[in-house]
């Protein structure tokens, strides 16, 4: 009868020992740390479209004024990065394409179009490109932060395809800029 | 939006980690949010690319929000089940932009910082079912053992 007792108890402790490493391992903690709860992210414009009407082929445009025409404001209460994304311009099926490097010759048989901002008080002509890769905002080569309630202005120049294919004449090309924020 | 930045300490791989981000809507018309991930343009000191979007969800992953009010997003991080993930300091961005947009769009991003632990977390517990298992076998052959034993002593 005690051969049987100690048996039982012998089993019982090799169910449990393998059990016991298994279950330290699940006792590691996951911190979650909202940095400030209170903190918000806001930043606001004060122009939402840029209606150039009919364009011609080949063509430079500059919003009006040049470097004020949009005014950015960090409405958070945190500094905030400022990052730029643009965006193949569209009608229905036609596009043209953003370009990466300034030109306008087109890719393929598709149109190709440019765009740049100007950040205020940057040298005079001074513009920077505006891609499909999201990029942080820049003046004088360096990096933008606005400070809590600072503002910034820029300006837009866009470039037109270098020649409309006969499909594309009188079509309304729409895109998009999206200006971002990031805590600083 | 808000909290600006969230740090995940500490989560190990086959764990998942859950917080709340609140989107404030300042218009005075109601709108339509779009939650999504985003790849950092500078990432902070000692931080990689999160390897996979697909790891973190968003509840609902579109939110319309009343004028002049604010709305709550559910959002899980989920670590796979692989040692290779333990140890890991990764940063992301969580990004809100308007459903419907105009030329110009803002959008405001969380930046989301996720450190792994060291330990990958055990999927099914098989130290256990193998301790089961052979504990189960040890006590079939006491009992048998027993009354085999009982059995020879009983007969003449």
Redesign the interface.
Known sequence: ?KT?II??L???L??????L??SA??S??????????????????D????ALGEVTEDAEYKTDPEATW?TITN??N?NV?L?VQGEHAVFSTLTWFLSEDGTNDGVGSVPEYAMWYHIASDSEGSYTSITLT???MKKGGE?ITLDVAAQKQFGLKLLTPDSFPAEYIGKEM??????????A | ????????????PG?E?V?ELTI?N?YDAAHTFVLST?H???RRPGRADFPDDSWISFSPQEIEVAANSQGTVKVTVAIPSKQKWADRDWEV?L?V?PEE???????????LLVST?K?A??GP????I???V??VL??S??VY??RRKAKSKHQP
């Open positions: 009868m049987g048996s039982i012998g089993a019982i090799l169910v449990l020992t393998p059990s490493p298994a391992s699940d590691g903690t996951i911190t979650i740390t909202m940095t400030g709860v209170e903190t918000i992210i806001s930043i606001s414009l122009k939402a479209s840029w949009c409405e958070g945190v990065d990052g999201e990029t942080s990096s729409t895109t998009h800029i999206t200006i971002s924020a990031v805590k | 939006m808000s909290p600006a930045e969230v740090r995940i300490g500490g989560l190990l764990e980690a917080f404030h300042h985003s950092p343009w500078e961005w990004g932009t947009k105009e030329f110009l769009v803002v959008n405001c991003y969380v930046r632990g330990e977390q055990a517990n098989t130290g256990l193998v301790g089961i052979i504990g040890l006590l052959y006491v053992y027993s």
